[in-house]
């Protein structure tokens, strides 16, 4: 059945009509509605931020937790040389940090006192475990994964003398760095920023310049050089072999000690006097997969090496419950607090509401005597009150945006990590809008049913 031309208009036309009349009525009543507007959007603003700062919270947490343990899902298998007690295979719930360590692990877990690299008679290292790694990847087709090998370094500050940390004090008061050799996977496990500069790159580990990658406490130990002279460092343990900064990522906290990143190989080829250190294999598996993952990792690596080395795997299983609970236990206390500040914005009003409603008895009796049917008042007065909402509540929720944009919300709280590219909730925007109608809904229902009320005769009484 086709319609009629207009009949579409016609049949929105009372609701058009019934809007713009409200806006209308809430421009000419302004001076008495403008404490209840100013109420609900300061409620909204409030709850949108409130909201918000729950959801960045919650985002905080789990990038928090994802660079100490990995992002969910990933499965730390470790492998040491030499303690032949150890049971393979065994998870003894530990976690670990991006440095490759054990963290909350007995100290004679595994000996990570290894022999140096040994280089074969066609220039090539021998490292087993490297060799049982790669075969592992590509057994498990995984597409995240990670060699980490973890070694200490005494850095030389370029254009500077070289310095020991056991004669001379100054030299890196705060501690002497680590290196990791890793691969391209390990920043995007551990959800490191790079903040100058570039990441790194496979093929990384066969450039004669060795690309590195340091954190911002080591850029600034350096003196911060500009990343476009090509800046270098050497150090004492590599017999003065060159690292070249191609990148600079962000620290973990003020706690944070200096670190460098280069590629594993490149760390192999390095010439490193010295024992090797802790060597981990990052993989990462579906959550609901990661025990079953961990059993398969480590049965692989255990297989390929054979006896004489030590397998163990741990997952972060425990760690992320612990942080969805901290985070539920977050948004229900800021959700308690919203819905607090929000129903004092819904009395503030319906108080205004009504007391607008009593001083506009008059104008509503002519209407009525006009012919104008209870229910055309009934959603006239509603939609004034829901119009009026609605549009405090966009106020509020651009005020809200601005206040967690500019605000520095990491500093004041002490997060972890930069907020400035996380962009504001949509469910805190979606949510302060919809409350707020909402609040308008409810608070202009006894208004409107005080205003069906009123009697033409009360015109004359007013």
């Given at each position: ?5 207009g009949s ?20 000419i ?11 609900v ?20 947490a ?19 040389q030499g303690s ?16 490759g ?30 060799d049982a ?6 057994r ?6 990670s060699?980490?090998?973890t ?14 940390p056991m004669?001379?004090p100054?030299?890196?008061?705060s ?13 995007d496990?551990?959800?490191r920023?790079?903040?100058h ?15 590195t990658?340091v954190n911002e ?14 800046p270098?460092?050497t150090?004492?343990e590599?017999?003065?072999t ?8 962000n620290n ?11 590629s594993?190989?490149t760390l192999r080829?390095a ?9 981990n294999?990052?993989v990462t ?7 079953q993952a961990?059993?398969t990792?480590t ?11 030590d ?25 308690i607090?919203g ?22 008895v ?5 209407r009525?005597?006009m012919?104008?049917?209870a229910a ?12 009026a ?17 500019q605000?520095?919300?990491e500093?004041v ?11 504001y ?6 949510m ?9 809904a409810l608070a202009?229902?006894?208004p409107?049913t ?6 033409p005769i ?5």
């Amino acid at each position: 059945m086709n319609r009629e031309p207009g009949s579409l208009a016609q049949s929105l036309t009372p609701y058009l009509g019934a809007l713009l009349e409200a806006w209308h009525e809430l421009r000419i009543n302004r001076n008495r509605i403008m404490l209840s507007l100013v109420s609900v959007a300061a409620a909204v603003w409030a709850m949108s931020t409130v909201i918000a700062l729950s959801n960045l919270l919650t985002s905080s947490a789990e990038a928090s937790e994802a660079q100490f343990t990995g992002i969910p899902g990933t499965v730390t298998v470790t492998v040491n040389q030499g303690s032949a007690d150890a049971v393979d295979g065994a998870d003894f719930g530990f976690g670990t940090d991006p440095t490759g360590m054990m963290f909350g692990s007995p100290m004679d877990a595994g000996s990570s006192g290894d022999e140096p690299d040994v280089v074969k008679p066609d220039g090539t290292i021998d490292d087993p475990f490297s060799d049982a790694a790669l075969a592992t990847v590509d057994r498990v087709g995984s597409t995240h994964w990670s060699r980490v090998r973890t070694q200490s370094l005494a850095v030389n500050i370029p254009a500077a003398p070289e310095c020991d940390p056991m004669i001379d004090p100054t030299c890196f008061s705060s501690g002497d760095p680590e290196i990791h050799g890793v691969d391209p996977g390990w920043f995007d496990i551990y959800r490191r920023t790079i903040v100058h500069g570039r990441t790194l790159q496979d093929g990384d580990g066969e450039r004669l310049m060795n690309p590195t990658v340091v954190n911002e406490m080591l850029w600034e130990q350096l003196g911060s050089p500009n990343l476009a002279d090509h800046p270098t460092f050497t150090a004492r343990e590599t017999g003065g072999t060159q690292f070249t900064i191609v990148g600079v990522m962000n620290n973990l906290g003020s706690w944070d000690s200096p670190l460098a990143v280069v590629s594993y190989d490149t760390l192999r080829y390095a010439g490193y006097a010295g024992p090797i250190g802790t060597r981990n294999l990052l993989v990462t598996a579906p959550v609901d997969d990661t025990q079953q993952a961990r059993r398969t990792l480590t049965s692989m690596m255990g297989g390929l090496l054979g006896t004489g080395w030590d397998v163990t795997a741990t997952t972060a299983d425990q760690d992320v419950e612990q942080t969805q609970q901290m985070n539920s236990m977050i948004t229900k206390v800021l959700g308690i607090v919203g819905g607090i500040v929000i129903a004092l914005g819904a009395l503030g009003l319906l108080t205004v509401s009504i007391v607008t409603v009593g001083h506009r008895v008059r104008e509503i009796g002519i209407r009525r005597a006009m012919g104008a049917s209870a229910a055309r008042i009934f959603i006239s007065v509603f939609l004034e009150s829901v119009v009026a909402t609605t549009v405090a509540g966009v106020i509020g929720v651009v005020l809200s945006i601005i206040t967690v944009k500019q605000m520095p919300v990491e500093d004041v709280l002490g997060l972890p990590m930069e907020l400035g590219a996380v962009p504001y909730p949509l469910t805190a925007a979606f949510m302060g809008v919809a409350i707020a109608s909402l609040v308008g809904a409810l608070a202009g229902v006894i208004p409107a049913t005080i205003a069906v009320r009123v009697k033409p005769i009360d015109a004359i009484r007013f």
